[in-house]
């Protein structure tokens, strides 16, 4: 008998845990197959994490997607927005980040 969890042991799943997230997968994917995809990922763009998000301002396709990233990101992401500025200063990102940077 056990007393404690063994860190070598992959987390196990619960059932139902693991049902959920396979309804939000199908979910996602029915979005994105019958949708507009800029407008999933725009919905997504403000449940995900800084990571992402910051990845999104730094290399989104949509532009509008971008566009949001930009301005959800917060002061821990300070380098990112000067790192816009510096690439695509005249652009609409780069003036968005401006802004952004501005506003801090």
């Known amino acids: 008998m056990a007393c404690c969890d063994d860190p070598t042991e992959p987390k196990k799943l619960d ?5 959920r997230l396979q309804e939000q ?3 996602l994917v029915r979005d994105l197959l ?3 995809p800029e407008k999933v990922i725009l919905k997504l763009l403000n449940s995900t994490n ?12 949509h532009a509008s997607v971008r566009l949001k990233a930009i301005e959800l990101l917060d002061k821990s992401s300070q380098t990112i927005l000067q790192q816009i500025v510096q690439k695509e200063a005249g652009s609409v990102f780069g003036l968005a980040a401006t802004a952004k940077l501005g506003k801090k």
């Not at 800084?50 to 396709?61: C, D, G, I, N, S």
């Open 25 to 27: 997968y199908g979910e």
């Open 50 to 61: 800084p990571y992402l998000t910051e990845l999104a301002a730094l290399r989104a396709h």
């Open 15 to 19: 059932r139902r845990e693991f049902i």
């Open 34 to 36: 019958t949708e507009d």
